[in-house]
């Protein structure tokens, strides 16, 4: 087996001599420049590909003033990072759109306020901006991190909207579709399980369940914290049972909550969706792993993550100004448990 040392490797000169094209071109077409038309881009690229040719990433770097690295900045525990779905979810779309580009992903959980050592890697050059994925009110560096590089938000920021860029959903009109499904299947007595309140995502759509009891001239039911987690919405359920009673439906504000309240409604032996009808939130996996299959309110989790990666290149290459606000829709999907 032979080897080509990196002295032997394919040049910038090289690709552009087999193209038949300058070596700026091969240079602009590397680079993911706009300006060349596609029949001499694409031949560029069929170059790159006969040729073997590797760009050198450290001189670009140095060349453009880049790292060419982004943050994804996590502000959780190592736990919930991994049991998250739909924190997987985005970054799996953050991680589509990277694939497109020269960038790599530094991932870095920060639970709750990360150490100086962390701000001083944020500050210090290590990476060009960075996207940051289920973040509470507790978090007190996000305002220093927004001084210090281009961000962008998963979810709207405490911080408030005119000072960062965000991509959510309309978090308020879902927890409005969800609650509206139950009210029109007759359920009268509405619970909430809820996510973290420190987190707007959560106290919006306990907001879009307010919203639609308020229509319907309905008293909320009970209200219970099931932190986002299956554990919790085992928890939270239990609690609304054996302290609140009778409930004839249930807004469970995340699948991943519903996922383990069901269980528990069954358990007492409830039927779902006969005695007690029962809305997610997400249409991650877990809404077709329960038990009984779960109505839902979908959000594009996963397109979210990749317009996240798109609106944060769109920043650091000048083509947009913060602030940015990017609202997507939710929509209710109808299984079996509502």
């Not at 032979?2 to 002295?7: C, H, I, K, L, V």
């Not at 450290?58 to 982004?70: E, T």
Request: hydrophobic fraction near 45%; charge should be negative.
């Amino acid at each position: 087996m032979t080897t080509t040392s990196r002295a032997h490797a394919p040049t910038l000169e090289a690709v552009a001599a087999r193209a038949g094209v300058s070596r700026a071109t091969v240079s602009r077409v590397v680079n993911g420049s706009p300006t060349v038309s596609a029949p001499i881009a694409e031949a560029v690229r069929q170059a790159i590909t006969e040729l073997g040719y590797v760009p050198n990433r450290a001189a670009r770097s140095l060349a453009s003033q880049r790292a060419q690295a982004i943050a994804l900045i996590v502000p959780e525990d190592v736990g919930r990072f991994f049991g998250d779905l739909f924190i997987s979810d985005v970054v799996a779309g953050i991680d589509e759109r990277l694939e497109d580009s020269d960038y790599v992903l530094n991932l870095m959980i920060a639970n709750h306020d990360p150490t100086g050592k962390t701000m001083r890697y944020l500050a210090g050059g290590a990476v060009d901006g960075a996207i940051v994925v289920s973040h509470h009110t507790s978090d007190k560096f996000l305002g220093r991190l927004v001084e210090t590089l281009p961000v962008v938000f998963s979810g709207r920021s405490t911080m408030g909207e005119d000072q960062v860029n965000v991509v959510d959903v309309d978090n308020r009109h879902g927890g409005w579709l969800a609650t509206r499904r139950l009210i029109e299947r007759g359920c009268r007595r509405i619970g909430i399980i809820t996510g973290p309140l420190t987190m707007q995502g959560a106290t919006d759509r306990l907001a879009g369940w307010r919203d639609a009891l308020d229509e319907a001239g309905l008293e909320p039911g009970p209200v219970a914290d099931g932190d986002f987690t299956m554990v919790g919405g085992v928890r939270a359920m239990r609690e609304i049972l054996d302290t609140h009673g009778h409930v004839d439906g249930m807004f469970i504000s995340s699948d991943l909550m519903a996922s383990g309240a069901i269980p528990v409604l069954l358990s007492r032996g409830l039927r779902v969706p006969e005695d007690v009808a029962v809305v997610g939130f997400d249409d991650s996996s877990a809404a077709t792993s329960t038990a009984v299959q779960l109505t839902t309110v979908r959000q594009p989790s996963r397109e979210m993550g990749r317009l996240m990666a798109q609106m944060l290149f769109d920043v650091l290459d000048g083509r947009i100004a913060s602030p940015n606000e990017l609202i997507l829709p939710t929509e209710l999907v109808v299984r079996d448990s509502a």
